[in-house]
């Protein structure tokens, strides 16, 4: 598993954000952004993400696009992450862009040791998301949602239930006492990743 780090390393808060490719050509403007936004010192450690559908989907399911299917591998990822959770010391933060947003939604059903999630523009319209949070409840206090206004309307018919989905989770979370945010951002999935990702994780720092 290789990490990238930003930010001090001795911060109390420490940022775990999963990253492919794309993601770590713009993690220096995300950092940049965040730095901006917030006061707060934080540690960022990004997580290189090798086979993204299958790395981050809590569960297989078939291709949205083309035929890379999902490959149920978010347990092995999870895993893996939690020895950077080890410093009782610290504040752990999860979050993530697109698939890492879902999967950090997910993580915070399996365990109490993040105190937030940052899912910007979450691909919650995964089959069967929402309802698993129904049956498995978010451990984690505080959770930022965010999408763009334009993402649900999409010709993809699975994907344009992105907007019905981040509805209810924001519903069902907000009922259940979580201190959660749903932000909705102009433009398309693909419009500004880096300062909608800052953004959610400067919502989680500020909270604090």
């Known amino acids: 598993m290789r990490t990238f780090e930003y930010g001090n390393p001795a911060a109390a808060d420490v940022l775990i954000q999963p990253v492919d ?24 450690i990004a997580v290189k993400i090798e ?27 999870l895993e ?38 940052a899912a910007a523009s979450p691909s919650v319209w995964f089959p069967d998301f929402s309802a698993y949070l129904c049956a498995h409840p978010i451990r984690a206090g ?5 999408l763009g206004d334009r993402e649900e309307k999409t010709r993809n018919p699975r994907m344009a239930t992105v907007g019905q989905r981040i509805r209810e989770i924001h519903d069902l ?10 932000e909705w951002n102009p433009g398309n999935h693909f419009r500004e990743p880096e300062l909608r990702t800052a953004r959610a994780f400067a919502w989680l720092l500020e909270a604090h």
């Open 173 to 182: 979370l907000s009922g259940r006492g979580t201190d959660c945010v749903l």
């Open 21 to 44: 490719d794309h993601d770590l050509s713009g993690i220096e403007a995300q950092v940049q952004a965040l730095s901006r936004l917030t006061a707060d010192d934080f540690r960022l």
């Open 142 to 146: 505080r959770v930022y949602l965010s």
């Open 51 to 77: 086979d993204w559908n299958r790395e981050l989907s809590p569960w297989q399911a078939p291709p949205v696009f083309g035929r890379e299917a999902f490959g149920g591998g978010a347990a092995e990822t």
């Open 80 to 117: 893996r992450l939690l020895p950077l959770c080890g410093d009782k010391s610290k504040r752990y933060f999860l979050g993530g862009y697109s698939l890492a947003g879902l999967f950090a939604l997910w993580a915070a059903a399996q365990t109490a040791v993040f105190s937030g999630v």
